[in-house]
């Protein structure tokens, strides 16, 4: 089905693990984000691709890791996750810099 | 980096009622969108502009560039409008978008 999936839907793990959150488009858009969304902060930018092999920081990305190997693909490691990371993750993508974006169902991450 | 306020922050209304919420940001930007997030969580883009107006459906989005000011307007409401509306903008010397905190809908029977 075409659209952009996330995986997994929800995660609980402890501080000082890596955790990889899993995000997928079936689009061939450009451009993909990471977001996270907390009470009282809205959503924030993590990372965003432009392309493959293309990422770049956003407004939060202390902590985080992205790569973008292929196109459909932009995984988000938290490679050492402490509980000021727990949060929901949005991923997004869109066909280009300034356009709609088309958002991912949502991970909730608990790092306990 | 660019503020964007929201107003209101929370909204009940009755089924039926003319719903306004407001977006205000600071700095010049080159869209502002709107986007509905669902009680389940999921997030929908409404709409995305430049200038003028946009309608679709019962919503309608406007923008003044020069005040930095967007409003979304929903006519006869219902319950299923129930709902975060979440403004955002690009540009304005950040990357991605910015969001403002949301507002929350509540339209009661």
């Known amino acids: 089905d075409a659209g952009i999936t996330q995986s997994p839907r929800y995660k609980i793990t402890e501080t000082g693990r890596q955790v990889t959150l899993m995000c997928h488009q079936t689009?061939?858009?450009?451009?993909m984000f990471w977001y996270r969304q907390d009470l009282g902060h809205g959503l924030r930018l993590i990372y965003y691709?432009?392309?493959?092999?293309?990422?770049d920081k956003g407004e939060v990305p202390d902590g985080y890791v992205v790569s973008r190997s292929k196109t459909e693909n932009f995984p988000l490691t938290l490679e050492s996750a402490t509980r000021s990371q727990t949060s929901v993750y949005f991923c997004?993508?869109?066909?280009?810099?300034?356009?709609?974006?088309?958002f991912g169902p949502g991970t909730r991450l608990t790092v306990l | 980096k660019n503020e964007v306020e929201q107003s209101p922050q929370n909204l009940t209304a009755q089924e039926g009622e003319f719903i306004t919420i407001n977006c205000s940001y600071s700095?010049?930007?080159?869209?502002l969108h709107w986007l509905q997030q669902h009680p389940g969580g999921g997030i929908v883009s409404l709409f995305m502009?430049?200038?003028g107006k946009k309608k679709h459906g019962r919503l309608i989005a406007t923008i003044n560039i020069q005040e930095k000011h967007s409003s979304l307007h929903i006519t006869a409401s219902h319950p299923r409008d129930s709902a975060v509306y979440i403004c955002?903008?690009?540009?304005?010397?950040?990357?991605?978008?910015?969001f403002g905190k949301g507002t929350h809908l509540i339209i009661q029977p």
């Open positions: 502009l430049s200038s």
């Open positions: 700095v010049g930007i080159s869209a």
């Open positions: 689009w061939s858009h450009s451009y």
């Open positions: 997004a993508s869109s066909p280009g810099r300034v356009g709609l974006e088309f």
């Open positions: 955002a903008v690009e540009g304005g010397g950040a990357d991605g978008l910015t």
């Open positions: 691709s432009a392309a493959a092999d293309i990422t």
